[in-house]
């Protein structure tokens, strides 16, 4: 390889180290910024997912008239949550909406 090959090279070499280094960088603040919200929602919503804002009427519908243990499983899947957490929202929907 002659002199203007290994320049040639070299800087090509250059070119591709820094547009690695410049994507890391980028994917290093987004999961910064990804753990961020991560934490920020898991601190949050810890007691408030899922809400009955959440619920469309259909859901108000079955939660109201189904048997309570098939909307907890319902509700699982759905948010993926625990079943505390899907327990707490059909209280929360039965108190809200029994009148309706």
Known sequence: MSREDLAVLFIFFLIVASGV???????????EETAAKLNF???NNRENYPSTSMLDSEHIDSILREKHEVSVKKLKKRFYCT???AETLITQVKAQFKHH
Do not use: E, R, W
């Not at 280094?21 to 999961?31: F, N």
């Open 21 to 31: 280094a410049k994507l890391i960088k980028k994917l290093t603040l987004l999961h």
């Open 41 to 43: 929602l898991i601190a």
């Open 83 to 85: 079943s505390t957490q």
